[in-house]
């Protein structure tokens, strides 16, 4: 069993950043790839980006790349998304979610992929 707590949401004016974390807890973090995704209201829950679970490879939305940084610390059981130049269209609850297995992180970008889910932190960016 993983549990999965993210912080680091807010409210943030259009170019500005913000930098999510996502908890997980167990001894087995190492184990899982990891994804950041996200749902706009009225709208189906989107991929972000995703890291394998040696933290070798990533792996981005279109819309993220150059923006959105995604990194793992796995002594400290947590991955990140670092996001910069943040827009309006930006605006979602983000959330984490975890993978059992050594996938690249290509084959991380389906909600399927995932057997755990952490329960959001809103974003918000203002224009």
């Known amino acids: 069993q993983v549990q999965l707590v993210e912080s680091g949401g807010g409210l943030v004016q259009a170019g500005g950043s913000l930098r999510l974390s996502c908890a997980a807890s167990?001894?087995?973090?190492?184990?899982?790839?990891m994804g950041w995704f996200r749902q706009a209201p009225g709208k189906e829950r989107e991929f972000v980006a995703s890291?394998?679970?040696?933290?070798?490879?990533?792996f981005y939305v279109d819309s993220g790349k150059g923006r959105f940084t995604i990194s793992r610390d796995n002594a400290k059981n947590t991955v990140y998304l670092q996001m910069n130049n943040l827009k309006p269209e930006d605006t979602a609850v983000y959330s984490c979610?975890?993978?059992?297995?050594?996938?690249?992180?290509?084959?991380?970008?389906?909600?399927?992929?995932?057997?755990?889910w952490g329960q959001g932190t809103q974003v918000t960016v203002s224009s």
């Open positions: 979610a975890a993978a059992w297995g050594f996938y690249g992180a290509n084959m991380l970008i389906g909600a399927e992929r995932y057997n755990y």
């Open positions: 890291i394998s679970a040696t933290g070798k490879s990533t």
């Open positions: 167990g001894r087995t973090f190492s184990n899982y790839g």
